[in-house]
T-cell receptor, first 118, second 113 residues
Framework: NAGVMQNPRHLVRRRGQEARLRCSPM?????VYWYRQLPEEGLKFMVY????????ESGMPKERFSAEFPKEGPSILRIQQVVRGDSAAYFC????????????????FGPGTRLTVL | KQEVTQIPAALSVPEGENLVLNCSFT??????LQWFRQDPGKGLTSLLL?????REQTSGRLNASLDKSSGRSTLYIAASQPGDSATYLC????????????FGAGTTVTVRA
């Protein structure tokens, strides 16, 4: 069972360009979470998606950032007109969310995409 | 809003010494507390997850305790090895919802051979 996959692993963009980050959840997982790690800081929650639905985008900047998780294919985090402050590591996690169990389920993290904006 | 703090930010010990990493959180109404390991330029590896109803979890040389009332968790690594050198992150789930992890900034550990 392959883990969470993210690509590309490293992405370099010039200011004003678009960045598209992809995340394929673990097999059988239908819940995806995106986190951002700025240099010297902890990971910060950005958005939580289920297939075709955005459940919580409270951690995502209101402008230039968008996320989707279509019925088919990976989840995409899209950053338009990137600025230097967008340089960070972007991590995706997935989970199954067994509602029937007493304990909360675990989020499994991908290797991250490191975005550098020149 | 949940705030998670890890002290110290960095730690250097000789091989064989036991490691004690501290994590504190401001809101004790959490669902669980998780410890991760992050190697430079790599992703996160989950080490231990302690549910809110539990007091500790153990895996090999690792032991994590949870004291919800005081808002603290401690990760113990026994008989440290150079391969334990990494950044250790703790993350609290909750209280507002059961999907949003709040991370500390991490403790960077160096184990000297």
């Amino acid at each position: 069972n392959a883990g969470v996959m993210q690509n590309p692993r490293h992405l370099v963009r010039r200011r004003g360009q678009e960045a598209r980050l992809r995340c394929s959840p673990m097999k059988g997982h239908s819940h995806v979470y995106w986190y951002r790690q700025l240099p010297e800081e902890g990971l910060k929650f950005m958005v939580y998606l289920q297939k075709e639905n955005i459940i919580d985008e409270s951690g995502m900047p209101k402008e230039r950032f968008s996320a989707e998780f279509p019925k088919e294919g990976p989840s995409i985090l899209r950053i338009q007109q990137v600025v230097r402050g967008d340089s960070a590591a972007y991590f995706c996690a997935s989970s199954h969310r067994f509602q029937a169990t007493r304990d909360t389920d675990t989020q499994y993290f991908g290797p991250g995409t490191r975005l550098t904006v020149l | 809003k949940q705030e998670v703090t890890q002290i110290p930010a960095a730690l250097s010990v000789p091989e064989g010494e036991n490691l004690v990493l501290n994590c504190s959180f401001t809101d004790s109404a959490i669902y669980n507390l998780q410890w991760f390991r992050q190697d430079p330029g790599k992703g996160l590896t989950s080490l231990l997850l302690i549910q809110s109803s539990q007091r500790e979890q153990t895996s090999g040389r690792l032991n994590a305790s949870l004291d919800k009332s005081s808002g603290r968790s401690t990760l113990y690594i026994a008989a440290s090895q150079p391969g334990d050198s990494a950044t250790y992150l703790c993350a609290a789930l909750g209280p507002t919802n059961d999907y949003k992890l709040s991370f500390g900034a991490g403790t960077t550990v160096t184990v000297r051979a």
